[in-house]
């Protein structure tokens, strides 16, 4: 066998990855369940079709007119009007997340974030010899905004990464938490510089009436970067964009980390595409809030404990033993995912019908009965 030279901190570690296996509900990775209509996806391919006539050139660098169509999505999704020139895309919000490290991280540098929260953020941080803390959020799973603001003074934070709504429990921040987070740490940053203020809202477009997202923050606190995703209620998981809002500045800074030409002609084409019909792809998600609420009445309903959520996806529990409920209904086809904290598990929405062999398969592993 031949000995490769593996960096030691990779030595053991393994891929990310949910469990991919085919079943009846699909319920683990928090997608959109519909597929595009034919039109979207007649759309789509016409505007590929006329990018591949022109893939003998490179794409555009900087990616305007993408950046100007998300602008105006955002724009009729949060109220807030932003400059294209405040729009930074890549390959997924993963990427987006990468160009951050990659911008403000780095050896000798920290990044924040509040447990429990999304799985990959440390590796983010490992692949950009970022160093990696974490403050635990309170029993109810909001964050604690003193612990954060003095950990970020204590270690010089370049960072901190806020999911809103949290992954995997769904909760969302309020606004005046993240408005106070971010004032208190300007300039507690390397070299007195501003801590940014990541906020991930992956699934802000799922969040109940009311709640605004992180974008209406932005013209008051500069230090805050607002990333977004069209993989989940958008139902764009495998077109694999991810997008961020931010002053400027911190937009330019990005452009220095990125690898030349790294979203591609057919990618931005693509997005643009499904961006033009962003009322019939959004159409979706009022249906799916209102699933998620009778999911989570259900649940409740049946003694389960069930932690409030924003998101496309309901954490419930507990059980002794979360693992073999886990199994148990991937026996009967249908896959969850096993995720901390201890004795919950998460459950995606689905289609109704779904739902309906989420609901079924539960109460026959529960000993319950519908």
Known sequence: MTSIPLRDDLVGSSPYGAPELRVTARLNVNENPYRPSDEVAQSIAQCVFAAAKDANRYPE?????????????????????????????????????????????????????????????????????????????????????????????????????????????????????LLDLATRVRGVGPNGSDTLLVVDEAYAEFRRAG??????????????????????AFGMAGLRLGYLAATPEIVDALRVVRLPYHLSAITQAAAIAALSHREELMAQIAHLRQLRDEAAAWLEARGFEVVDSDANFLLFGRFPDSHAVWAQLLDKGVLIREVGPEGFVRVSIGTDDEMDLFYRSLMEVTGGAL
């Open 61 to 177: 660098r900087d990616f305007p007119a993408l950046r100007e169509a998300l602008a105006d999505y955002l724009a009729a999704e949060s109220g807030v009007r932003l400059a294209p020139e405040q729009i930074w895309a890549a390959n997924g919000s993963n990427e987006v997340m990468l160009h951050l490290m990659q911008a403000f991280g780095g050896p000798g540098r920290v990044v924040l974030s509040s447990n429990p929260t999304y799985s990959m953020y440390p590796e983010y941080a490992r692949d950009t010899f970022t160093g990696y803390q974490l403050v635990a959020r309170r029993a109810d799973f909001s964050i604690d905004v003193e612990a954060l603001a003095i950990a970020a003074a204590r270690t010089n934070a370049s960072l901190i990464l806020i999911a809103s709504p949290n992954n995997p429990t769904g909760t969302a921040t309020p606004l005046a938490d």
């Open 211 to 232: 709640v605004d997202s992180a974008l209406t923050l932005l013209s008051q606190a500069p230090n805050i970067v607002v990333t977004r995703t069209m993989s989940k």
